[in-house]
């Protein structure tokens, strides 16, 4: 999970551009793309990535987003019972390469973006935002009304070359 990058609480750095160059010290909250963070992760065949704005994340806990994304993986057969690494050793021997196809893909994302929804609208769940916010001494219950983005992507790879 990367750093969220604030200038504050609630006023998270915005990417875009205004069409003029703007100085260290006007104050705005925009930033460049050379701003943002950037790390290298190992990913492995089957893995699944979750990109997400803060509609997401200040919603729905991560480990809740985690719990949500292993249903789904065990609901549609892609691991049984929560075991990866019987699915590992499937694929080592070339077998169960399943491909998720970009409509799976876009059920965990529809999952996950009508949770945030569903959060966003709860007075009484304890979300993220809520948690942070009291944190900076707001008062705050329930979750933060926002426009919620997801990009869901599924790590795939060739299968071995059998050895003939």
């Known amino acids: 999970v990367s750093q969220q990058q604030l200038r504050s609480f ?7 551009w205004t069409g003029e160059e703007l100085s260290e010290d006007d104050g705005s909250s925009f930033k460049t793309a050379s701003d943002s963070c950037a790390s290298s992760i190992h990913v492995r065949r089957g893995d699944i990535i979750l990109m997400a704005t803060d509609g997401l994340f200040d919603n729905v806990d991560i480990d809740d987003i985690a719990e949500i994304a292993l249903e789904w993986e065990q609901n549609n057969g892609f691991i049984r019972g929560g075991d990866i690494a019987a699915r590992e050793k499937r694929w080592e021997k070339g077998s169960s390469m399943t491909v998720l196809s970009s409509e799976k893909v876009t059920e965990l994302a529809q999952i996950l973006c009508q949770k945030a929804r569903e959060n966003s609208l709860d007075n009484t769940v ?6 942070l916010a009291k944190e900076n001494d707001i ?26």
């Open 139 to 164: 008062m705050w219950s329930g979750g933060m009304p926002d426009d919620c983005t997801v990009i869901v992507m599924h790590i795939v790879g060739e299968p071995p070359i059998p050895i003939l």
């Open 126 to 131: 304890d979300s993220p935002f809520a948690i």
């Open 10 to 16: 609630n006023h998270p750095f915005q990417l875009g």
